[in-house]
């Protein structure tokens, strides 16, 4: 049998995720074997995923919630992250509306999410039998609040808010849609799967210490650098976890708060190791790096004429044309779209300036 080969990263422009650091391929390796969905069983691995969600912990801000007092308008609790190693960000949203859902006990659950939202709220809502409520964003391609405080209601669950959409890399005005969550009775869920290890070392108000989020999701195997499946589920409360629980009586375990069950050590260990390696020096760095290279492919496309968005976060979108955008990837080069059909560039760690500039070259030549 011929030995099959991964894809090359040197044409890929459209992908959150990236090469694992160095250090998250070894750890992985060494934890292929084991299972933190049953940690009476796997110790070594549970310890290590208990280290992985509190430093997730201290990067989302929980630290910082709790001395600068942003849990006063909720139950006190310990200073300590709730939460697990997902598989992705997909079962990280489908499960804090789960969480949502089970502690708000409604009769006709409602969930109120802007148009930017990850598609994984589409499935949320399908899985768990909720009314999926999208409103529109504003402009800037961030939620609208206006829009957002009319879809609430009695029977509203969560409200979703995104820090770093997956098209324009937007950051919704988190702190204000806790408020209006919150006024509804409802919980508030914030998606920074793939923002979430950039925004530390920006200006926005994304994460538990600058406003009262309830749930938070955030991947180590996207800008995190860990292997993949690594993604992550916050809770602010232990209430969230313990809503998910189903017991396990056949496992050294009791209970289980996955959605996955057998889960993966080597993703749970690669994210400890990436981090170890790279918070925060590491992932500033890189965050500063992209952030330049993202500016420079911008203001190259503009000169040569294109619209091209406001960079936040490090995407560029612009509106690159059908026949030319099928001409590139013709030439093998891993482009997407937005659902409005302009052309979207993620500046992940694997792209350099050396790949943009080839990019740019096979542009000006089908111009």
């Known amino acids: 049998m011929q030995r099959a080969a991964p894809q090359e990263f040197d044409r890929v422009l459209s992908s959150m995720c990236t090469e694992p650091h160095p250090a998250a391929r070894d750890a992985a390796e060494r934890f292929l074997a084991t299972n933190p969905g049953d940690p009476a069983t796997y110790a070594e691995i549970a310890e290590l995923e208990a280290r992985a969600v509190s430093e997730l912990g201290r990067i989302t801000g929980l630290d910082e919630a709790t001395a600068t007092g942003v849990r006063a308008d909720r139950p006190t609790e310990a200073a300590a992250p709730y939460g ?26 409602n969930l109120v999410v802007p148009e ?27 939620a609208d609040l206006d829009a957002v405080a009319a879809a609430v209601d009695d029977q509203t669950v969560v409200v979703v808010g995104v820090a770093g959409s997956t098209e324009y890399g937007r950051v919704d005005p988190i702190p204000e849609l806790a408020a209006v969550a919150h006024d509804a009775g409802a919980y508030c869920h914030v998606d920074a799967a793939w923002g979430g290890f950039l925004l530390p070392f920006t200006d926005h108000a994304w994460n538990f210490a600058h406003a009262p989020v309830d749930s938070l999701t ?48 080597a993703g749970v260990a690669s994210a400890v190791a990436a981090m170890d390696a790279l918070w925060p020096a590491g992932y500033r760095r890189e965050y500063e790096r992209a952030d330049r290279l993202a500016r420079w492919l911008a203001t190259e496309l503009r000169e040569r004429g294109y619209d091209v968005a406001d960079v936040e976060l490090p995407i560029v979108v612009a509106d690159v044309d059908a026949p030319t955008f099928e001409r590139l ?27 943009l500039q080839a990019f740019l070259t096979d542009l000006d030549d089908l111009r």
């Open 116 to 142: 930017s939202a990850h598609f994984s709220f589409n499935k949320a809502a399908d899985v768990l039998g909720i009314e999926l409520r999208t409103v529109p964003t504003d402009d800037d391609h961030r």
């Open 329 to 355: 990837r013709d030439r093998g080069w891993r482009i997407s779209r937005t659902g409005s059909g302009l052309a979207r560039v993620v500046v992940m760690p694997h792209v350099t300036r050396e790949m």
């Open 218 to 265: 955030i991947d180590p195997h996207k800008c995190g650098r860990a292997v993949i499946p690594a993604g992550g589920l916050l809770f602010r409360e232990r209430a969230g976890m313990n809503a998910l629980a189903v017991d396990t009586p056949y496992l050294e375990t009791p209970s289980q708060a996955s959605l996955t069950g057998t889960r993966s050590g």
């Open 84 to 109: 697990y190693v997902t598989s992705g960000g997909t079962e990280a949203n489908i499960q804090a509306v789960r969480a949502a859902r089970d502690r708000r006990r409604v009769a006709d659950p």
